[in-house]
C-alpha cells in the first residue's frame, strides 16, 4: 500500500502518473488518492487494458467521484464501499436481530432491562477506531471537538437526510425502506416510559404512506415491549434490543 500524504509518492504520482502506477505492478492500493486527481485517466487505462487481471484498491477520505473528471474516468468501473465507524455488533462481538425482528412479521421484541448509564457509556464512546483506542473520556472528548472541527471546515457539496418531517413539527427520527419499498419508521426517546403522543410522528408517516408503511417502532429506556398505541403496527421497544444477538 502507498499514500498520497507521503511527500514523495505524491511527488511521483503528479509528476509522471502512468509510470508511477506501472511500478507499483498488477494490484495495488493507494491511500488519500484524492490528493493526485492526475492519477485517474491513467487508472482508467489501465482497467481498460486489463479488465480481469488488475485489482486496485482507492482509499481517501473524500468522495472521489465529486471531484472534477473523475466520475467520468471511472463510471462503471469502480465499485464503492463506504467505511463507516465500528458498529456494536463488531465491537461485543456478536450479531444484532433487530432489523430482522423489525421487517419479520412474526418474530418480536423482548421484554429487556436498560441500563442507562452502559447506554449512555455506548453513545459518548461511538465506533470510531481512534476514539476508542483513547482510554480516558477526556481524551476522546478531545479527539471528537478536533474531528468534528476538521469536518465543519472542509467543503460539504451535498447533505443528504434520512430525516422524515412536515411543518406542522411531527417528524420522524429514522425512517427505514425496505428492498420491497416497506417503510419502517423509528422513534428514540430517551425516557423510561412511553406515552400516545410519542407515537404521532409516526401515525402521520403511516398516514401519508398508505400501504407502504409497514411497521413504526419507539425505542425507549424502559424494560417492556408494548403494542397497540391506537394502530396494530405501532410498538414501543426497550433500547437494549438494539443489540440483542
Sequence with gaps: MVTMDDPSNFEAAKDDPMGYLKRLGRHFIIDEVQRVPELFLSIKKIIDDDRKGTRIILTGSADVMTLPKVADS?????EINHLWPLSQDELLGK??????TLTS????????RCDPA??????????????????SDERRIKW?????????QKDISELSRIHFSIHQGQEVDL????????LYGIEVKTNASVKSSDFNGLRKLAE???DQFEKGIVLYMGEEFLGGFGRG?????????????
Excluded: C
Excluded at 471511472?74 to 469502480?78: H, S
Design 105 to 112: 412479521k412474526d418474530a418480536r421484541f423482548m421484554n429487556e
Design 95 to 100: 450479531r444484532s436481530r433487530f432489523l430482522e
Design 74 to 78: 471511472l463510471a462503471g468501473r469502480i
Design 118 to 135: 452502559k447506554m449512555a457509556a455506548k453513545l459518548q464512546t461511538g465506533g470510531y477506531p481512534e476514539a476508542l483506542a483513547r482510554r
Design 144 to 152: 471528537f471537538a478536533s474531528y468534528l472541527t476538521a469536518i465543519l
Design 175 to 182: 425512517v427505514l425502506v425496505s428492498r420491497s419499498r416497506k
Design 233 to 245: 403496527d405501532l410498538f414501543a421497544v426497550p433500547m437494549s434490543n438494539l443489540w440483542k444477538a
Design 208 to 210: 401519508l404512506a398508505g
